[in-house]
């Protein structure tokens, strides 16, 4: 069958998930918990059947941008919004990559950045992490090459946790703008870091920044993430819209956050102190632990291969992420042999959490 050849390397995982862990959910950096009842039975009771038959309007697509927008303190026309921030990825990739193109990025990463690259011809250049958990943004610098036509980070870094200034990002941003290249700040976990780099959109017309409803939001099933840029950016990436990205739910529950913000700057704050205890606990318990600006953490017993950190995690029924000694699946961080770590997500409380107890 004629296809583009270049997706036949490309292998895509669809691992399918565990339900039950409904109020344990430790392993895709999602919300921990529910939302409180008043909070979510509110929103239920706006929906109503045209939400089901009607096509979305892009009306209330403008409304949900300009809610974006006022809480990001920018214009409507510096919004795109798409099916996720992974759709959004996407979309990037699909304005810049062709065969011959390359997007370059460090690894580990969101492993998507090269699968979107991939998918449309390019190549994906990773670049990897020096002896240490701390990236160095001027082998990145080093590693563009007349045929990148997008740069990705993630800041806060992703697995890792790394966090950088936007004097520390800015050199990458005055690179990548006297090459013409876009350059694409994921800020999928910002609300659990120091704060965003966004002033940078403002200073230069080819950095572009992404973000998402389903980390610190809550809403991992609704799909909604945005980009923000300038608006010659934003006309540029609005060519490849999907017709209709999101549901009318989406859009409903996407603005109800947004227009009902103290819950989701209860949950983030929350969460920052509840990982910050739990890696002190860890730590003085005799663990090695990877600190984060993220809502995951690693963390690895000093002496041992985690198996028993495992053993009593899954007796209490979490879901989370460990390399596993039996199967060869690799959990790592930088500048450390060990494929065993444990990832594991957090939310709020999860320091006074019974498992914590066992483990230390
Ligand atoms: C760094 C990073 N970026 C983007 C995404 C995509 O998130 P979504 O498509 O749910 O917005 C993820 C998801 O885990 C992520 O970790």
């Known amino acids: 069958m004629k ?76 919004v795109y919004l798409s099916t996720g921030s992974g759709a959004c990825i996407k979309s990037l ?24 690259g991939r998918l449309f ?22 590693s563009i090459n007349l045929n990148t036509r997008l740069v990705v980070i993630s800041n806060p870094f992703s697995p890792i946790g790394e966090y950088k200034t936007i004097d520390e990002i800015r050199k990458l941003c005055k690179v990548c703008a006297d090459r013409e290249i876009i350059l694409l700040i994921d800020e999928a976990y910002v609300d659990f870091s120091p704060g965003t780099v966004l002033p940078l959109i403002k200073e230069f017309d080819n950095v572009v920044i992404s973000r998402t409803f ?22 540029l990436v609005t060519k490849v819209q999907l017709t209709y990205p999101l549901s009318n739910i989406s859009v409903k ?25 739990l890696c002190k606990l860890l730590s003085d318990g005799g663990y090695d632990v990877i600190n984060s600006h993220t809502n995951s953490i690693h963390f690895h017993e000093k002496d041992g291969d985690n198996s028993e950190a495992v053993d009593i995690m899954n007796n209490y029924g979490l879901a989370f992420k460990s390399g596993d000694t039996k199967t060869g699946t690799p959990v790592m961080v930088p500048g450390d042999d060990r494929k065993t770590w444990i990832r594991l997500s957090v939310g709020p409380d999860i320091d006074t959490m019974a498992f914590v107890g066992d483990l230390i």
């Open 3 to 78: 296809h583009n050849h270049w997706i036949d390397p490309i292998k895509r995982m669809f691992i399918p998930r565990p339900t039950k862990q409904k109020h344990k959910r430790f392993d895709m950096a999602e919300r921990t918990s529910s939302f409180p009842d008043q909070y979510f039975s509110r929103f239920m009771r706006s929906i109503v059947q045209e939400d089901f038959i009607t096509y979305p309007s892009y009306a209330e697509y403008d409304s949900l941008k300009d809610d974006i927008a006022k809480h990001n303190e920018v214009g409507r026309s510096n």
């Open 93 to 116: 990739c699909e304005i810049t990559m062709y065969p011959s193109a390359n997007i370059v990025s460090p690894v580990p990463c969101y492993p998507m950045y090269g699968i979107y």
């Open 121 to 142: 011809g390019g190549d994906h250049i990773g670049v990897e992490y020096d002896d240490s958990i701390t990236f160095n943004l001027d082998k990145l610098i080093d």
């Open 214 to 235: 389903s980390k610190a939001f809550g809403a991992a099933g609704i799909r909604v993430g945005y980009l923000l840029a300038s608006e010659k950016l934003i006309d």
């Open 253 to 277: 529950f996407a603005s109800y956050l947004l227009n009902n913000l103290d819950e989701i700057a209860l949950y983030s704050y929350d969460t920052i102190r509840g990982r910050d205890n």
